[in-house]
């Protein structure tokens, strides 16, 4: 298994969130080489794709050392969700293996929260985009009943540290922060074992 995949999308990304961009630049940026990065299931270490028997999984796979973007894996056991929430920051979310449905919500009058349009489900290898301007906030669920299901997410942002909200459907919030699952990233820059 080699982390060049994943180096070379970093580089990418890095070398974006580096020019000066506006939020749809960025994402009609980024959008491409996510796209790439999870049109192969061959990169992600298997300890970054383990679910957890009760809780989905958030996996830190790379944070620029400035904030301005990290990558994670979304490793979802059979059936799990999330709550409703937001990002805060734009995202992205690239399906690696599995798959995986989000339904957008709205606020509508009187301040509840009430599902906006179809929920997505995403197949392998299918990108879509959140961030405040273009709807920020989901409920995300494991398509698979009996299955783990995996999705790579960037964000524009350390989205672990960000301060953001989980929502009932009476439009009532709670803050949160989602911090990481793992305490440890892949070594991306060990080339020893790379074609030169
Ligand atoms: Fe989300």
């Known amino acids: 298994m080699s982390n060049s995949p994943l180096r070379d999308f970093v580089v990418a990304v890095t070398h974006l969130v580096d020019q000066p961009h506006t939020e749809p630049e960025i994402l009609a940026a980024v959008g491409p080489e996510l796209a790439k990065l999870v049109a192969r299931d061959d990169w992600l270490p298997d300890e970054l794709a383990q679910p957890h028997p ?25 059936g799990q969700r999330t709550p409703i929430h937001d990002h805060q920051v734009w995202g992205l979310i690239g399906m ?32 879509e985009a959140v961030s405040p ?17 995996v999705s790579i997410h ?11 909200w989980t929502y009932a459907e009476d439009g009532s919030r709670k803050p949160f922060v989602s911090g990481y699952s793992n305490t440890s990233v892949p070594n991306l820059w060990d080339r020893s074992k790379e074609n030169p």
Not at 114 to 126: C, E, R, Y
Not at 139 to 145: D, I, P
Not at 154 to 164: E, Q, T
């Open 54 to 78: 009760q809780f989905y999984r958030q996996y830190l796979l790379h944070a620029d050392p400035l904030e301005r973007f990290s990558v994670v894996s979304f490793v979802w056991g059979p």
């Open 133 to 149: 301007s273009i709807g920020d906030i989901h409920q995300v669920s494991n398509a698979w009943a009996d299955h783990t299901s």
């Open 96 to 127: 690696l293996r599995g798959q995986e449905t989000a339904q957008p919500f709205g606020f509508a009058a009187g301040g509840r929260l009430q599902a906006q349009g179809d929920a997505v489900t995403l197949q392998p290898g299918q990108v």
């Open 154 to 164: 960037v964000y524009g942002a350390n989205i672990g540290a960000v301060h953001r």
